[in-house]
């Protein structure tokens, strides 16, 4: 696959002998140097006095607080104009050796990092025998040290964890921002006239004084189309997301932007062991997925994981049983509607693994209760509902522990989802005649979505699911479109968000210009490729680092470790086959410790029945939002085809909860934010 920005020059080890100018830390409390929330500038032209500067750096580091609130430093050059600041959650290494922002021990180099560098261990280690010295043992001082001696595009192909940070050269007065390879930790970045802006959150970027946040209208269709703004873009004209696996440098106010892995690379390399035996795959997938749970098992605080009943958390549950002296906490959240709930199936999936589990039982009052919350907690407009019962379960993990495990990225890496099943059908949909096509596109819509979800009913129950009408009107989107139109389309939501927001041209991700399937790809490796791209760093990771972030719970994704994508993507063995469904390994792995018949029913995901909800306890909120005077505000929503679904919707005409909570989270975050 290309590369969406050019390689990288090898840099060189970078640590001299000036020790810089700037100030020291100021600690509100002793706390590590772990999951935070970063934010800092430069005044392009350094007009201010130092302590000006430490204090709009700290009102940045204070909007974010809730990322960090077992402390707060700050750090200035006054001569660059450049702030850090940094807000912590404690994790490991409690005391104030690990206080960021962190000076590298030459002193040439400033640090704020939000982050987890899970074999920090090792490279402590290669770094001692290379003469560099360690106050503390937090993986900050690992981080920044690396840096110093390896130079920065060799130290990120080094460190294996999530992250996101900021390092700041005194000497060459050169700023890098990087992100993890992933997207798991996020960061934002602005290039204005006169300041460079970058934080965690958006909320950052507003506490900045002199910047009016202006929406970007572009963005508004593209967020309507896939429920959430795509990378690199942001809502806002002029702020961007870093993309996962990249570096920016800034220097004389010139701005690049190299990546140091590519995903793309590793699908499109040549297969490992393509001669070994199935078992073989899996013993080694095994090994290596077991050394990475027992890694982020790595605290000094309680640490449970987030047990659904589901293959990827079963077996994250039991690799961790394995490993601790003690049984694990585990925690799942449960619903009033039954068609929801799945606490049932957690607990004796717990029980089989003999875990402490905490089952979480909600009523729908308790989670409608968040949701005006939302367009504040989640800083940008996001509109995936499963936004709501991640929310309300991280609150109530956070009261047990500080750090959870997750099992997000297993189904983009083990081809779990059921558009996978559908996409697959795509080469026998191109060899139908058009005519065909057409004819079965039209029965499959003649159907009613209640009528569909009835017939569910009727099939076998591992292949029963909450989702039978969106199947078929996926599969007819597919038989009316191309290959690379029809993937769009079923990934999508408002398939035509012109309507909806007339006279305004649409961003696409990059991704989306490789065309489909992507080049040296098969079908199904295309699809995996541009959901890790897209649909995993601003869907997914978003709502668990923003819901977790919420309540300061710190989660790890432990199938997002880099060596264990690059070892799937490179076994072809491991994908579905004739022989063997999608996920099969983590199928096989569970069944060594848990009964084959726990496994064995339909995947439901994690949702909430949002569509009963506007028609019962959420009307008169969504009516207010979606009042016609609401929408005509700006003139940038056309309000005729929402009222018309909103309409529909209430009667019982049609299911259009997932296009009306699109508008209602949208029209709510603009509130939230007033803009």
Not at 489 to 497: N, S
Request: proline share 6%.
């Amino acid at each position: 696959m290309p590369e969406l920005f050019p390689a990288a020059p090898e840099d060189r080890p970078t640590c001299g002998t000036r020790s810089g100018t700037g100030q020291l830390p100021s600690m509100a409390k002793k706390a590590d140097s772990k999951m935070c929330g970063i934010a800092g500038f430069i005044d392009k032209k350094a007009r201010l006095d130092p302590e000006r500067y430490a204090s709009l750096v700290a009102t940045m580091g204070e909007a974010i607080a809730h990322r960090g609130p077992d402390g707060s430093g700050t750090w200035v050059d006054k001569p660059c104009g450049v702030a850090f600041a940094n807000r912590r959650l404690a994790v490991i290494d409690l005391s104030s050796k690990a206080a960021q922002p962190m000076r590298s021990s030459c002193g040439r180099f400033v640090l704020t990092y939000n982050g987890e560098i899970y074999n920090a261990a090792r490279l402590r280690a290669e770094l001692r025998n290379r003469g560099r010295k360690f106050r503390g043992h937090s993986d900050t001082e690992v981080l920044v040290e690396a840096c110093a001696s390896w130079g920065v595009q060799h130290a990120l192909r080094e460190i294996e964890g999530m992250f996101a940070f900021a390092l700041w050269d005194t000497t060459d007065r050169v700023l890098y921002l990087a992100r993890d390879r992933f997207g798991i930790k996020p960061l934002y970045w602005a290039d204005f006239d006169d300041s460079f802006l970058f934080g965690s959150e958006l909320k950052a970027l507003r506490a900045f004084p002199g910047w009016k946040p202006e929406i970007l209208p572009e963005a508004v269709p593209a967020f309507f189309r896939h429920s959430y703004v795509p990378g690199p873009y942001s809502i806002y004209r002029g702020v961007r997301k870093l993309e996962p696996g990249t570096v920016l440098r800034l220097e004389k106010g010139d701005v690049s932007i190299t990546r140091y892995w590519d995903l793309g690379a590793h699908v499109t390399a040549k297969p490992d062991r393509s001669n070994a035996t199935h078992e073989e795959i899996l013993r080694d997938l095994e090994a290596t997925l077991r050394k990475t749970v027992e890694q982020q098992l790595q605290s000094d605080v309680p640490i449970g994981i987030l047990l659904s009943g589901g293959l990827d958390s079963t077996v994250l549950s039991a690799l961790a049983r394995d490993h601790g002296k003690q049984a694990p906490q585990t925690f799942s959240l449960g619903f009033s509607d039954p068609a929801y709930d799945e606490t049932s199936f957690a607990e004796e999936v717990a029980k089989a693994l003999g875990t402490q589990h905490h089952s979480l039982q909600l009523s729908d009052a308790d989670l409608i209760d968040v949701i005006p919350r939302l367009g504040t907690t989640f800083d940008e407009p996001f509109a995936d509902s499963s936004q709501i019962p991640t929310y309300v379960l991280c609150a109530k993990v956070r009261d047990a522990v500080t750090v959870a495990l997750s099992g997000e990225g297993g189904d983009e890496l083990f081809a779990g989802y059921d558009r996978y099943s559908l996409g697959r059908l795509n080469a026998m949909i191109d060899a139908m005649p058009a005519s065909v096509r057409k004819l079965l596109a039209a029965s499959l819509e003649t159907l009613s979505p209640a009528t569909w979800n009835r017939l569910a009913g009727l099939l076998p129950a591992r292949w029963r699911g909450l989702s039978m009408s969106a199947r078929a009107y996926f599969l007819a989107n597919l038989l009316r479109d191309n290959a690379s139109n029809g993937y769009r389309k079923l990934v999508g939501h408002w398939q035509q968000p012109g309507e909806v927001i007339p006279d305004v041209e649409e961003l696409a991700s990059p991704v989306w210009y490789e065309g489909f399937p992507l080049p040296g790809m098969d079908r199904l490796k295309s699809m995996q490729v541009i959901d890790m791209l897209t649909y995993l760093p601003d869907d997914l990771l978003v709502k668990v680092d923003r819901a977790s972030m919420a309540s300061s719970l710190e989660v790890r994704v432990p199938f997002l470790d880099s060596r264990l994508v690059e070892q799937v993507m490179r076994s072809p063995t491991l994908l579905p086959d004739s022989r063997h469904a999608g996920k099969w390994p983590m199928r096989a792995i569970a069944q060594k410790y848990v009964p084959k018949e726990l496994l064995e029913r339909p995947k439901k995901g994690f949702s909430c029945p949002v569509g009963a909800w506007l028609r019962g306890p959420l009307r008169d909120w969504a009516e207010d939002l979606l009042d016609e005077r609401n929408l005509r505000q700006d003139g940038l929503l056309d309000p005729k085809p929402i009222r018309r679904k909103w309409a529909q919707h209430v009667n019982g005409d049609a299911d259009w909860h997932y296009h009306l909570w699109i508008v209602l989270q949208f029209v709510n975050w603009r509130r939230a934010h007033s803009v």
